[in-house]
């Protein structure tokens, strides 16, 4: 799994720099509305709202935007859409797992998009339920590793109901139940340790190991699937080694 953790780090490093910022600031705002909406507008007492504010402004999404989409949520101020949350399910090249997750206000428009990604891209789709086995719902913590092991952030972490922590190269990914993704989270901030974003994810239990043709192939699907304003996040069983993602970015 530690392969496609790393390589959705590195992208998610790359999308604040390049020309995806637009899509992502989109995709960030969407979360704190929808967050704000499902559980109210105040971060104080809604740790979902909290944590999608906490990763726009790490993501440097202006703090004008982020209020406004709280507000629209919250309903404190006009024009907020009836978005929705669904999943898509379907099978990548070399027989890599895929989910889709959906964030939309047109259904038969997110569909059509993931549809044509998957089969443009050596995809296709499945039944409800024929993917969405090969995965659980966890939480997951993102932090820079700032000069700090593997041991001092299992220190912080374990007694709030962490069950690993990986080492992505230049940060760490500490891993939990979602219900115990705040304590984790809180854990952190006690000890005095800044994260990137705590969030909870989908995380496969069995993975795909893939050489360099075989990644390049699940990468370029992946972003087809990304470059859609309905989709929110893509999940794959895809293990990608360090070395061939090396190779892959020679």
């Given at each position: 799994m530690s392969g496609h953790s790393k390589w959705a780090t590195t992208k998610h490093q790359k999308a604040v720099k390049d020309a995806r910022r637009g899509k992502e600031f989109a995709r960030l705002i969407k979360n704190i509305e929808v967050?704000?909406?499902?559980?109210?507008?105040?971060?104080?007492?809604?740790?979902?709202?909290?944590?999608?504010?906490?990763?726009?402004?790490?993501?440097?999404?202006?703090?004008?935007?982020?209020?406004?989409?709280?507000?629209?949520?919250?309903?404190?101020?006009?024009?907020?859409?009836d978005w929705q949350t669904i999943m898509y399910e379907g099978y990548g090249p070399n027989g890599v797992a895929v989910l889709i997750e959906c964030l939309t206000d047109n259904r038969n428009r997110a569909a059509g998009e993931v549809r044509v990604a998957m089969t443009r891209n050596g995809g296709n789709m499945a039944d409800p339920g024929s993917v969405s086995y090969l995965f659980s719902r966890k939480g997951v913590v993102i932090l820079d590793k700032n000069g700090q092991s593997e041991d001092d952030i299992l220190m912080a972490v374990l007694d709030a109901g962490a069950e690993e922590v990986n080492d992505l190269g230049e940060s760490f990914e500490v891993i939990s139940e979602p219900t115990d993704l705040v304590a984790v989270r809180t854990a952190l901030q006690d000890a005095g340790i800044d994260y990137d974003s705590a969030e909870a994810g989908f995380q496969a239990s069995v993975t795909v190991p893939l050489d360099a043709d075989g990644a390049r192939k699940i990468m370029k699907l992946v972003d087809a699937l990304e470059d859609s304003d309905d989709v929110q996040d893509v999940y794959t069983n895809a293990d990608i080694s360090d070395a061939v993602l090396a190779e892959i970015e020679e």
């Open positions: 967050a704000a909406r499902t559980g109210g507008g105040d971060p104080g007492g809604n740790p979902t709202l909290y944590d999608a504010i906490q990763k726009a402004k790490k993501t440097s999404v202006p703090n004008d935007n982020i209020e406004r989409a709280r507000k629209r949520g919250a309903g404190e101020e006009a024009g907020g859409a």
